[in-house]
């Protein structure tokens, strides 16, 4: 079945995906583990590319990870991840993490990032995707902003490529 030419940004967006911190997830400063959190983010910016392409899919890049603030004991994880653009075989998916203290409901922004996926035909070679229409101010300044950062990682491969042994 063909994949329609273009689809909306909330179609395919996961708005607070929610994950209970226990003493299994944290690391020996007593904060989570940002390894898990990176691997969570990884699995469900997965979700959004596959929502969105109506196929297979794998991560090409991950961009800007920032962890803003350390997530603790007894909080619960709030992931909210969506398309942010597309292009040919490639898609960005923009995650944002909360941590919501479970008691007081005090909610602090935690991590920020970016995924690049290739959407795969049967034979796993890259097939086009549909268009992202983004639908709110807010979708519309993430589209604006996902062609700056994909111009930065076609001119760092460029500049990388040219330099011998890179």
Not at 45 to 59: G, K, P
Not at 87 to 111: D, K
């Amino acid at each position: 079945m063909p994949s329609p030419k273009s689809r909306p940004v909330s179609a395919s967006a996961i708005d607070q995906h929610v994950y209970k911190v226990f003493p299994n997830d944290m690391n020996s400063h007593n904060t989570v583990f940002g390894g898990m959190i990176m691997a969570k983010c990884d699995r469900l910016a997965l979700v959004v590319a596959e929502r969105h392409s109506a196929h297979v899919c794998v991560t090409a890049a991950v961009d800007s990870i920032h962890f803003r603030a350390p997530a603790k004991g007894n909080d619960t994880l709030l992931f909210s991840l969506s398309l942010n653009r597309s292009w040919g075989s490639s898609m960005e998916i923009g995650a944002r993490v909360e941590a919501e203290n479970s008691y007081t409901g005090e909610v602090r922004h935690i991590l920020s990032a970016f995924f690049t996926f290739v959407a795969l035909d049967e034979e796993d070679k890259p097939v086009d995707v549909p268009e992202a229409i983004p639908e709110t101010d807010e979708q519309k300044r993430r589209f604006e902003n996902a062609e700056i950062r994909r111009e930065g990682r076609l001119q760092t491969r460029e500049k990388l490529s040219s330099r011998t042994g890179q």
